[in-house]
């Protein structure tokens, strides 16, 4: 999707410098137990399924929204699955937009829709078993969703913490 009227106004204000970005990812497993990923268009890595939280959206309803948007399924979100952020989330885009994202994981199950990829963010759509995932190229932050998804499916999970507090 183009970049919202939200982030268009702040980029005009602060240029390429970071932008902390709440954001979503949608875990979509079919009856076989295979995850739906994404083929993300400018890159042809495969991604998970998500994107950043307009203001004021609940970070469900924008879970329902992304999954909609790009690939035509109506979810209903049915846990939390994860939140993830850190180094491996900073991004540099093609244009120097610099972004770190926060990424609040929801299960969700499909209830309507077609799958069809979006043709502007997603050029095709796959359900994977945890071994094909292995072998498909993606961001580093997607192989840590992914693992994420498969190894801790039903359960709660975050990546480890890193940071250790000052002795006294």
């Known amino acids: 999707m183009p970049i919202s009227d939200y982030i268009r106004s702040l980029r005009e204000r602060i240029g390429t410098d970071l ?10 497993f079919d009856d076989e137990g295979r995850l739906l ?3 993300e268009r400018g890159t042809g890595l495969w991604m998970t399924i998500g994107g950043a939280i307009d203001p004021d959206e609940s970070p469900a309803d924008a879970a329902v929204r992304e999954c909609w948007e790009e690939t035509g399924l109506h979810v209903e979100p ?3 699955a994860g939140v993830f952020g850190g180094p491996k989330y900073r991004i540099t885009y093609d244009n120097g937009d610099v972004v770190s994202y926060t990424t609040i994981v929801f299960e969700a199950r499909v209830t309507g829709g077609k799958a069809k990829a979006d043709g502007e963010e997603a050029v095709a759509l796959r359900f994977v078993t945890q071994s094909e995932a292995g072998t498909l190229p993606m961001a580093v932050w997607t192989e840590e969703l992914v693992r994420h998804a498969f190894e ?14 000052p002795t006294p």
């Open 152 to 165: 801790r499916r039903g359960e709660p999970c975050f990546a480890p913490p890193t940071w250790v507090p």
């Open 37 to 39: 990923l994404a083929q």
């Open 19 to 28: 932008v902390m970005m709440p954001a979503v990812t949608v875990l979509v």
């Open 78 to 80: 049915v846990r939390l």
